[in-house]
């Protein structure tokens, strides 16, 4: 998928970017990949600044692929 290649470079370019993690968990998500998406949504949530409105969204996308906190 072009968007997670581009979530990948993104990444390499910047491996904080917090951001980038959740976009592409949300690909891999999309295409079934629940365990990498769900890898990838606690990379996120390891990334993001205090705050951010997107952790409790994260959190529970994490929970409805099966995954824990």
Same mark, same amino acid.
């Given at each position: 998928?072009?968007?997670?290649?581009? %979530?990948?470079?993104?990444?390499? $370019?910047?491996?904080?970017? !917090? %951001?980038? %993690? %959740?976009? *592409?968990?949300?690909?891999?998500?999309?295409?079934?990949?629940?365990?990498?998406?769900? !890898?990838?949504?606690?990379?996120? $949530?390891?990334?993001?600044?205090?705050?951010? !409105?997107?952790?409790?969204?994260?959190?529970? $996308?994490? *929970?409805?692929?099966?995954?824990?906190?």
């Amino acid at each position: 998928d072009l968007a997670i290649a581009d %979530y990948n470079q993104a990444i390499q $370019l910047n491996p904080q970017y !917090s %951001y980038a %993690y %959740y976009a *592409r968990g949300f690909a891999l998500a999309k295409l079934g990949s629940n365990q990498e998406a769900i !890898s990838n949504f606690k990379l996120f $949530l390891q990334y993001a600044t205090p705050g951010d !409105s997107f952790i409790e969204t994260t959190k529970q $996308l994490i *929970r409805k692929l099966g995954g824990t906190i």
